[in-house]
């Protein structure tokens, strides 16, 4: 099951990009991302209401509040740079690097989670560098 929304997640990024750089027009990359974002707020307490999913709020740690904050913070800068990068550029080079954060997050894994670095995930994290530098010069 996770396979099919790890799909469906594919399709709403790549539309992502594409009706963003046609929304922003002229206006500001950080107006933009604020319009965006007040629309995934909306969309995400919707679903935690929808699903009665909020009463869980309460058994949250400290620690979890952290690192959702910080995990929330680096979402924030990820979204105003990219469509500060969409703004300014190809969508068809921009995407690329952004996807990259393929191999960035791999490597994390490795450090931070302690993941097994299997030949398979670090071909796999190869290609994905071999591709990115392709697609973009």
Do not use: H
Not at 99 to 123: D, H, P, Q, R
């Amino acid at each position: 099951m996770w396979f099919f929304y790890a799909v469906l997640s594919a399709i709403f990024a790549a539309l992502t990009s594409i009706l963003a750089k046609i929304g922003m027009g002229e206006i500001s990359s950080n107006l933009a991302t604020a319009i965006r974002t007040s629309v995934v707020l909306f969309m995400a307490w919707g679903m935690v209401l929808f699903t009665k999913t909020g009463n869980q709020i309460e058994s949250i740690t400290g620690k979890e509040w952290l690192f959702l904050v910080l995990s929330g913070l680096a979402t924030g800068a990820s979204w105003l740079c990219y469509y500060k990068a969409l703004q300014i550029g190809e969508v068809s080079k921009v995407v690329p690097v952004d996807k990259f954060s393929i191999v960035i997050t791999i490597l994390f894994a490795f450090i931070f989670l302690k993941e097994v670095a299997t030949l398979k995930v670090i071909l796999g994290a190869i290609f994905i560098t071999i591709g990115t530098f392709i697609m973009i010069l």
